[in-house]
Nanobody, 121 residues
Framework: QVQLVESGGGLVQAGGSLRLSCAAS????????MGWYRQAPGKQRELVAG???????NYADSVKGRFTISRDNAKNTVYLQMNSLKPEDTAVYYC???????????????WGQGTQVTVSS
């Protein structure tokens, strides 16, 4: 089994910063792409940032220049540094990882349980 555990969410004032972490554990042969998604009330889940194993990164236009995604392959962990936070960044943030559990299995996506980020104005 594979688990993704997020941490680092919370309440912050506009203009502040938070750092999210997501650690993968369990039966892991290889982790390919990892990413952060968010879902605000009444809205669809959207991609915030992604990082491949190269690593190559990509960001939603709304967070470019403010958020930075990174990963530590030795720790099976992905991070999201969020600066200059805005009230519209308020959402539940989910970690996603494409993981291969054995050398002969097909990689599939796994989700974390989500962590709340609230930005007050």
């Amino acid at each position: 089994q594979v688990q993704l555990v997020e941490s680092g969410g919370g309440l912050v004032q506009a203009g502040g910063s938070l750092r999210l972490s997501c650690a993968a554990s369990g039966s892991i042969f290889r982790i390919n792409a990892m990413g952060w998604y968010r879902q605000a009330p009444g809205k669809q889940r959207e991609l915030v940032a992604g990082i491949t194993s190269d690593p190559t990164t990509n960001y939603a236009d709304s967070v470019k220049g403010r958020f930075t995604i990174s990963r530590d392959n030795a720790k099976n962990t992905v991070y999201l540094q969020m600066n200059s936070l805005k009230p519209e960044d308020t959402a539940v943030y989910y970690c996603n990882a494409n993981i291969q559990t054995r050398s002969w299995t097909t990689p599939r996506g796994y989700w974390g349980q989500g962590t709340q980020v609230t930005v007050s104005s």
